[in-house]
Nanobody
């Protein structure tokens, strides 16, 4: 059974930082490109960042580029999202996701991803 479990969310003041983790099990982690999405209250879930299976390829939505860093440790079956200079509008539930490398679609598209975590809440106070 494949499981993705996010952690590291919480309450932070505007301008602060958090590091999210996504621990996986039940899949060969190093074979799966991964991503982070977020869903703010009353909004659709949106793409945040992507990382290829080796960790060398990354892609960010424009609003977080330069402030967020996605990374992975294939030896630990874990992906991370370091978030700096957080803003109140980034309050959301953050989800990690994985897709089979044989599948092809835009990395920002939810439909590409086969597996999802349950999400972790991040609240940024002003």
């Amino acid at each position: 059974q494949v499981r993705l479990v996010e952690s590291g969310g919480g309450l932070v003041q505007a301008g602060g930082s958090l590091r999210l983790s996504c621990v996986t099990s039940g899949l060969t982690f190093s074979n799966y490109p991964m991503a982070w999405f977020r869903q703010a209250p009353g909004e659709e879930r949106k793409f945040v960042a992507y990382i290829g299976w080796s960790g060398y390829s990354t892609h960010y939505t424009d609003s977080v580029s330069g402030r967020f860093t996605i990374s992975r440790d294939n030896a630990k079956n874990t992906m991370y999202l370091q978030k700096n200079s957080l803003q109140p509008e980034e309050t959301a539930v953050y989800y990690c996701a994985a897709h089979d490398a044989d599948r092809s679609d835009s990395v920002t598209a939810e439909k590409l991803y086969d597996y999802w975590g349950q999400g972790t809440q991040v609240t940024v106070s002003s």
